[in-house]
Nanobody, 124 residues
Framework: QVQLVESGGGLVQAGGSLRLSCVAS????????TGWFRQAPGKEREFVAA?????????VYADSVKGRFSISRDNVKNTVYLQMNSLKPEDTAVYCC????????????????WGQGTRVTVSS
């Protein structure tokens, strides 16, 4: 079993940046692909980005964040990061990380363990 804890959310003005972190417990973290999802009030959960199990591996991004967000991981620290630049009000949501045995994948149903999320608010 893997436990995930996100941090780094907060309030930022449009055009600003935030870096989210997802710290995992368990020695098997390096064998899982990891993804970030977000859910805005009244909307369904949405895929943001994912990275394969190994550091420097393949990445996948939602079209809405390509060129602005960057996902990376440090398996020594059991941590995956989401660097978010040029933030827009429509990026406001609760951001959650999750791990999957396959990937990187954009499909919610591929993910086995989820964190509780960290809130990001972008003001205009």
């Amino acid at each position: 079993q893997v436990q995930l804890v996100e941090s780094g959310g907060g309030l930022v003005q449009a055009g600003g940046s935030l870096r989210l972190s997802c710290v995992a417990s368990g020695s098997t973290f390096g064998s899982y692909a990891t993804g970030w999802f977000r859910q805005a009030p009244g909307k369904e959960r949405e895929f943001v980005a994912a990275i394969s199990a190994w550091s420097g591996g393949r990445t996948v991004y939602a079209d809405s964040v390509k060129g602005r967000f960057s996902i990376s991981r440090d398996n020594v620290k059991n941590t995956v990061y989401l660097q978010m630049n040029s933030l827009k009000p429509e990026d406001t949501a609760v951001y959650c990380c999750a791990v999957a045995a396959i990937g990187p994948t954009a499909q919610v149903y591929d993910y086995d363990y989820w964190g509780q999320g960290t809130r990001v608010t972008v003001s205009s």
